[in-house]
């Protein structure tokens, strides 16, 4: 899968060159490129931000310049998707990142200073938002999108199976996790887990991913998809036994 960000600081997509992302890339699996609005400016300051109109405080990023490497992005990459970071845009979440994950290319536009020029709108195909909350640039709001998407794409992780038992993969949470030692500073692992027993390890694992939905997203479970089984343990968490 292929990735471009539109950016005046591709520097600080050098992040990705570590971990599970910069073993994808070093492998081919994934490529991520970085377009510079500044590069398609014609002043010898490569300005790409003005004042706004009306008067307010900050500088608005120009139109010009980003259209041009949005325009430069669908050239270098056919049928990319262009998505612009912004906190007007639609939640980000796992099912969003799973349909992303489909697609062969993904253009992340990153905004900067007080915002961008209304009118970019016009040449973007969707619009993401990361989390209620003010960040100082698109960027850290692209990295997030790019290793949530990157992530999922075949052979990317060295284990799939553990894709399936993260949090948000069916609307829930993950269940807690334990390893060695096995009891520290007098906090001991669930003797369920320690049992040999899996069958009873598996259904302790769907109870407490249920329970931590409940206790810490109990908005994730209104739209979660649960079983009959799923149900039944819901009803042993509402009534505070069996944990």
Same mark, same amino acid.
């Given at each position: 899968?292929?990735?471009?960000?539109?950016?005046?600081?591709?520097?600080?997509? #050098?992040?990705?060159?570590?971990?599970?992302?910069g073993k994808a890339i070093d492998e &081919?699996?994934?490529e991520c490129l970085c377009i510079n609005p500044r590069d398609?400016?014609?002043?010898?300051?490569?300005?790409?931000?003005?004042?706004?109109?009306? &008067?307010?405080?900050?500088?608005?990023?120009?139109?010009?310049?980003?259209?041009?490497?949005?325009?430069?992005?669908?050239?270098?990459?056919? &049928?990319?998707?262009?998505?612009?970071?912004?906190?007007?845009?639609?939640?980000?979440?796992?099912k969003r990142a799973k349909e992303l994950a489909r697609l062969p290319s993904i253009t992340l536009v990153c905004?900067?200073?007080e915002g961008i020029d209304e009118r970019v709108r016009a040449f973007v195909d969707d619009e993401l938002s990361v989390g209620d909350f003010v960040l100082s640039g698109g960027e850290f709001a692209a990295l997030c999108v790019l290793d949530a998407v990157a992530r999922l794409v075949p052979g990317v992780l060295g284990c799939s199976g553990s894709l399936c038992q993260e949090s948000?993969?069916? &609307?829930?949470?993950?269940?807690?996790?334990?390893?060695r030692p096995r009891e520290f500073e007098g906090l001991k692992v669930p003797e369920v887990l320690t049992s040999g027993n899996h069958a009873a390890i598996k259904r302790w694992r769907r109870?407490?991913?249920?329970?931590?939905t409940f206790e810490r997203r109990p908005?994730?479970?209104?739209? #979660?998809?649960?079983s009959e089984k799923d149900r039944e343990l819901l009803e042993i968490v509402l009534r505070g036994r069996g944990v």
């Open positions: 899968m292929k990735f471009c960000v539109i950016t005046i600081f591709p520097e600080i997509f #050098a992040a990705l060159k570590a971990g599970v992302l &081919g699996k994934i398609f400016t014609s002043d010898r300051h490569k300005t790409v931000d003005d004042e706004p109109y009306g &008067g307010g405080s900050g500088m608005v990023m120009k139109p010009e310049p980003l259209v041009a490497a949005i325009k430069s992005a669908r050239e270098r990459l056919a &049928g990319t998707r262009v998505i612009l970071l912004t906190p007007k845009g639609k939640p980000f979440n796992q905004g900067r200073y948000f993969e069916e &609307g829930l949470l993950e269940y807690p996790q334990y390893t109870l407490m991913s249920l329970k931590e908005d994730l479970l209104a739209e #979660a998809e649960l």
